[in-house]
């Protein structure tokens, strides 16, 4: 028994006017929650620091670069890895990164439970449009606010097993999680913002929670492992995000829900053996797979 007791530490909205600290102060409020119960690892959403600001075009740099961290941890964040280490529980951030050459990049940390830096991801998928479509109900700016992650989907060694991390619409893309099994992850961590109304395809808005579960619950199954979604949920500057926070096993069931749209902890103690059942028969990669009829995907 590999026991890691999982945290999905989901969030209601950020208002645009909230501040670094009072956000800092909700993700402690939920640290401590997560400490009254035993928890290992904390999962915070994707940009968790701020609101969701690719949903606005901004004309000067200056104003979207109060969206982004020059530094992890800054002084404004300081104060949650320092209670994290207090507690012994580690976590993972989603957030804006601005990097000292200016690169942007939709960044998640993982930190151990001693304050150590375990590993870092940049979003790959960036999903929207890169200029602003003024016919829209709400921008999706991220292909113009970010850049492609640069440093590949890696699963580190870390709470007694393997855990990765991706982001958002990281999870609608099957490549994402066979990459990160492939490297025996047995955790996947990932958070994200999805408005429930998707402009170009307003037919699909009445699916967001099955499309949601669906393909975190069939990438847990077909990937042997773990997979803890974190929202930043409800009416966030007049555009309603989804919850569907979940913790799902490699089973494919999920094993704990979030039921509302706010801050909310949900919990589940996660025995990382259990991924052996499927990678060790259904899903014995190196006995079962195929990469010669693949190569259309790997374009080798
Ligand atoms: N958000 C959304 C997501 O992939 C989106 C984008 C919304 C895709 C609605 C499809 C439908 O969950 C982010 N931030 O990637």
């Not at 026991?3 to 999905?8: E, G």
């Not at 208002?15 to 401590?32: C, F, K, N, S």
């Not at 961290?69 to 529980?89: C, D, H, N, V, Y």
Request: hydrophobic letters at 40%.
């Amino acid at each position: 028994m590999r026991n890691v007791t999982v945290a999905a530490a989901q969030m209601g909205p950020v208002a645009q006017t909230e501040t670094r600290a009072a956000v800092v102060d909700r993700l402690i409020v939920m640290l401590e929650q997560a400490a009254g119960h035993g928890a290992d690892l904390v999962v915070y959403p994707e940009l968790a620091l701020t609101t969701f600001f690719p949903r606005w075009h901004f004309e000067e740099d200056a104003e979207l670069d109060a969206y982004y961290e020059r530094e992890m941890p800054g002084p404004e964040t300081a104060p949650l890895f320092a209670k994290a280490k207090q507690l012994g529980i580690g976590f993972s951030l989603g957030y804006a990164e601005l990097t000292p050459d200016g690169r942007r990049f939709n960044t998640a940390i993982l930190v151990g439970p001693d304050g150590a830096l375990l590993g870092k991801y940049r979003k790959i998928h960036l999903p929207g449009h890169r200029e602003n479509e003024p016919w829209r109900a709400f921008q999706h700016l991220e292909k113009r606010y970010f850049l492609p992650g640069n440093l590949g989907f890696r699963v580190f060694d870390g709470f007694g097993g393997r855990v990765g991390m991706c982001i958002c619409n990281d999870r609608r893309w099957p490549e994402t999680y066979r990459v990160m099994g492939l490297q025996g992850v047995e955790m996947i961590l990932l958070g994200y913002n999805t408005p429930i109304h998707n402009p170009p395809a307003p037919e699909h808005d009445r699916l967001s929670w099955h499309h949601n579960t669906l393909v975190m619950q069939s990438a847990a199954y077909q990937n042997a492992t773990f997979v803890v979604g974190v929202a930043k949920a409800g009416m966030e500057e007049g555009v309603h995000h989804m919850g569907g926070t979940q913790i799902i096993a490699p089973t494919g069931e999920t094993i704990a829900s979030a039921v509302t749209e706010g801050d909310e902890v949900i919990f589940a103690e996660c025995d990382l053996g259990l991924c052996k059942s499927y990678r060790e028969s259904v899903f014995a990669f190196e006995r079962h797979r195929e990469p010669d009829a693949y190569r259309l995907i790997t374009g080798t």
